[in-house]
């Protein structure tokens, strides 16, 4: 045998908690460790079974226990709570083996105490981690089962046994095909099979039963789960109820078909187009006005008037690209081969997710109000001209009036100095006095022009912080229908995050208008090319700079045309640039015109940054 000296040295070279028990099972000695670990002398730990070492809740169980393996003398093996120095309690695996002697009798308890609290904690963690899983899965908005490598169904959530009202027993392996309908049971078991052979998902919608007896249509989709070396180890499915998607379908045939009677009886001219824009039904009333027994995509734009065609092509294309309504207005050419004005308007259908799934269009004969619109306009524009003309007259009376008066009095007074400048000997005296009436004529003459060049100015303006490129954008609008009318080709280059200005809004505004007119009207006259119209903004500086180019055809000299009443046109008045000029000018900016490099001519403007944003 070991001495005692090398028993001790035995059990304190153990790195567990090691301790030795009588037969009866108290406590005789220790090694290090367990005096370390409990803080406690080896007198009180003989009295461990009324003491705090071990967890009150833990210990009336342990004493019966160990108890029961003193007087049986099996082996000890259990799992408890065991309190440390620093007060706090840790798990611990605690496996006592009776040492027996020749005869078979206990000699003594060998106790190994191993600290098994981490793994407890992390197995404590993976119960509550499958439990919140297993809630989430329950949770979830659709009915899920799983089944195993070989296919068989093995367990459902909660969701899908209370749609059956089945248990998990009841669907186990392939008892769950008796719930499908039995109309649907052969298609789905042979779908599954084939894309349980072949490891690919599976995607049927087939009916089933719920708890209440009643079928509802589900879509299934059964996915495989792979192990690290791509192997099956599991098949997880999705049940989603489309019955009711399925009825509105349905419903929705039904409705088509209908809309189909309604399409060809509907007194006005309709056509259909699928989702890519083709067209699918032309009502006989448009092929009739057409003059056409039928009508294909590639074959519709034939009938658009040249001038409209490319504008209505790429409306159509961004609008329905866009997936949006879209309103246009187009001349379309009639079977005598007459054009007439048309308003075309589609709409699309959309399913149940938002899709597209087909355009409805309308087309409206509007030529007889075009024709009442473009009289109305010539008529407005005849006022318009008989107005300015008036007001010229008035001006022109006006300023007649105005500086006779003083010239009248300058003529007058000028030949009565003459008269005493002729005396012998001259009277100067009159003289210097007749003058004095002369340079007070003429400064009043002079204030009568002052007057009237305010005429030609613009009130104060009333500032604000304004966006150039929102009023851009908003000219361009109110505009639209004469930049159609003129075929413009509209294009603008506007730098993203232009800092403000501060400036009158209507008369920046009429400024832009005034230019945008004064380009359609220098392209009027071209007819070999495009006309193109380019509005652009940036930053130049502590200013902003804002240009509109236009492929007209220029001028010979672009000083003068900011003159008043200095004009290329026939009929023009020449005051728009002018008072362009003007407006400009007041708000502390400038304006010029310069030759473009082709055609046209580009005309500039700049306003300073309103105070605190300039760059």
């Not at 769950?176 to 298609?187: P, V």
């Not at 009565?416 to 004529?441: G, M, Q, V, Y």
């Not at 204030?447 to 030609?456: G, S």
């Not at 609008?477 to 280059?493: K, P, Y």
Request: proline share 3%; aromatic share 6%; charged share 25%.
């Amino acid at each position: 045998m070991l001495n005692e000296l090398t028993y001790q040295q035995i059990i304190g070279g153990i790195s567990g908690l090691v301790a030795v028990l009588t037969p009866d099972g108290a406590v005789q000695s220790v090694n290090q460790q367990v005096l370390d670990y409990f803080g406690k002398t080896l007198e009180e730990l003989k009295q461990w079974a009324s003491t705090d070492a071990v967890h009150p809740e833990d210990l009336p169980r342990v004493i019966a226990v160990w108890s029961q393996s003193v007087r049986s003398g099996h082996p000890y093996d259990i799992e408890l709570r065991q309190r440390g120095a620093d007060g706090l309690y840790r798990w611990f695996h605690v496996q006592g083996l009776p040492v027996r002697d020749a005869d078979g009798r206990t000699v003594c308890w060998c106790v190994l105490q191993t600290d098994i609290d981490q793994r407890k904690r992390a197995e404590e963690a993976l119960r509550e981690s499958e439990n919140e899983l297993r809630q989430l899965v329950d949770s979830l908005p659709g009915m899920i089962v799983v089944a195993d490598s070989t296919g068989q169904q093995e367990s459902a959530n909660k969701r899908f046994l209370d749609y059956t009202g089945a248990t998990v027993d009841d669907v186990r392996g392939l008892d769950g095909l008796k719930l499908i309908h039995s109309d649907d049971q052969d298609a789905v078991m042979t779908e599954w099979l084939q894309c349980f052979a072949l490891g690919q998902p599976l995607e049927v919608d087939h009916r089933l039963k719920r708890f209440d007896g009643v079928y509802r249509w589900m879509h299934a989709h059964i996915a495989p789960l792979r192990d690290d070396r791509g192997r099956i180890v599991r098949w997880h499915g999705l049940l989603t109820d489309i019955d009711d998607q399925r009825r509105a379908e349905e419903k929705l045939r039904l409705s088509e078909r209908e809309l189909r009677l309604t399409f060809e009886t509907i007194p006005a001219m309709v056509y259909t187009m699928n989702v890519d824009g083709d067209l699918e039904l032309v009502n006989e009333r448009l092929l009739a006005f057409l003059g056409t027994a039928s009508l294909a995509f590639n074959e519709w734009s034939d009938f658009i008037h040249p001038d409209d065609r490319a504008r209505v092509l790429a409306i159509w294309k961004s609008t329905t690209e866009a997936r949006e309504a879209y309103d246009v207005e187009l001349r379309l050419r009639r079977s005598d081969g007459i054009y007439r004005w048309f308003s075309s308007r589609g709409t699309p259908m959309r399913d149940a997710e938002g899709r597209v799934v087909r355009w409805y269009a309308l087309l409206t004969d509007i030529d007889d109000r075009k024709s009442a619109e473009d009289a109305l306009r010539r008529t407005q524009t005849r006022l318009s001209r008989a107005r300015q003309v008036a007001t010229v007259a008035e001006l022109s009376a006006s300023i007649a009036h105005e500086i006779n008066q003083p010239l009248a009095s300058v003529v007058t007074n000028a030949h009565a100095c003459e008269t005493w400048l002729s005396h012998d000997p001259p009277n100067l005296e009159r003289a210097l006095t007749t003058l004095e009436r002369i340079i007070r004529d003429g400064h009043s003459a002079a204030e009568v022009v002052r007057r009237i060049r305010a005429l030609f100015k613009e009130a104060a303006p009333v500032k604000a912080l304004l966006d150039m490129n929102q009023l851009v954008v908003e000219v361009l609008r109110v505009l639209s229908d004469e930049l159609r009318d003129s075929s413009v080709a509209v294009e603008t280059v506007l730098e993203a995050d232009l800092p403000r200005i501060e400036a009158d809004r209507v008369q920046i505004q009429q400024t832009l208008i005034n230019l945008v007119h004064n380009a359609i009207e220098a392209m009027a006259g071209v007819t070999d090319r495009a006309r193109p119209l380019v509005l652009s903004s940036r930053v130049q500086g502590e200013e902003l700079l804002i240009q509109v180019r236009d492929g007209g055809f220029g001028v010979e000299d672009p000083t003068l045309i900011f003159e008043p009443f200095v004009t290329t046109k026939a009929s023009g008045m020449g005051m728009g640039l002018s008072i362009c000029r003007s407006i400009v000018e007041a708000h502390g900016g400038r304006v010029w015109a310069t030759p473009n490099e082709d055609t046209g001519m580009t005309f500039s403007f700049t306003l300073p940054l309103a105070v605190g944003d300039a760059v």
